[in-house]
């Protein structure tokens, strides 16, 4: 069994980014600057947003947080984008979800520039995914994440027949599209899935992002499986742990992500990426 190293990996992407964002600042007199919307004060969005204002320290990308009270209306809020879309210094927009009840999280989305859109939410920066690897250019951030952590292991998806328990728009989706485009052969499954097991136990590689403690557990999967495990669930200690049974599981996997320290780092890194990267499109810059 090998760990998975997220926190590594997004460390190596920091140091590389840093010296990228000195060298835009010297040379192109541009620094990257994302503009993150917090509406209300759910926990664990602050621990989100507090994770990515470091990774914003690190790389010297600047950060900007717009703070509302819950009671925000979905116009102020929808206000508030256009604004950020239309100032040049800003290259990355990020609403942080969940939004409270009363926002509809499409329309929200909807109003960002799809070339701020960082967090790869958009209906445009999704189907340009769907297109290839080569129009992969603001991906969503966890599956591209996942996509890098692999890469760095050389664990390489082709052939693969994968595993997907979660078909959410941002992780689950996204993620199998990003494995078909490398050859591999996704299932989707989700909560109506019937009989989970039969799905996950002859596959090669099994990525669980669902928000429910041991749903994978050692019978359920194959020796030698990879596992990604991308969800995050607090324990009644106050800890993290993910979706599956890691201490049982990880003697029979040939490769497994800790919760934490596996794919949220990564997202974070690849969150950071994708600010870089917007901020040069929007200025020319190759
Ligand atoms: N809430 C939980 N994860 C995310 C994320 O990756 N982006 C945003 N905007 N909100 C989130």
Known sequence: MALIDGKKIANEIYENLAVEVQKLTRENNLQP???VILVG????????????????????IQWVQFDYEES??????????????EDNSIHGILVQLPL???FEVP??????????????????????????????DLPPC??????????????????????????????GKPLATMLLNRGATPTICHIKTKDLKSHTINADMVCVAVGRPNLITEDMVKEGVVIIDIGVNRKDDGKLCGDCDFERIEPKASYITPVPGGAGPMTVACLMENTVKAAKRLNNIS
Do not use: W
């Open 33 to 35: 600057k994302l503009a």
């Open 107 to 136: 329309k929200v989305i909807r109003a960002i520039d799809p070339h701020k859109d960082v967090d790869g939410f958009t209906a445009y920066n999704l189907g340009k995914m769907f297109l290839g690897t080569e129009f992969e």
């Open 72 to 85: 925000l209306t979905q116009d102020e809020l929808l206000k508030k984008i256009q604004e950020l879309n």
């Open 142 to 171: 966890t599956p591209a994440g996942v996509i890098k952590m692999l890469e760095y292991y050389d664990i390489d998806p082709e052939g693969m027949n994968v595993t997907i328990v979660g078909a959410s728009n941002i992780v």
């Open 41 to 60: 004060d759910n926990a664990a969005s602050l621990s989100y947003i507090k994770q990515k204002r470091k990774a914003c320290e690190k790389t010297g």
């Open 100 to 102: 409270p009840e009363h």
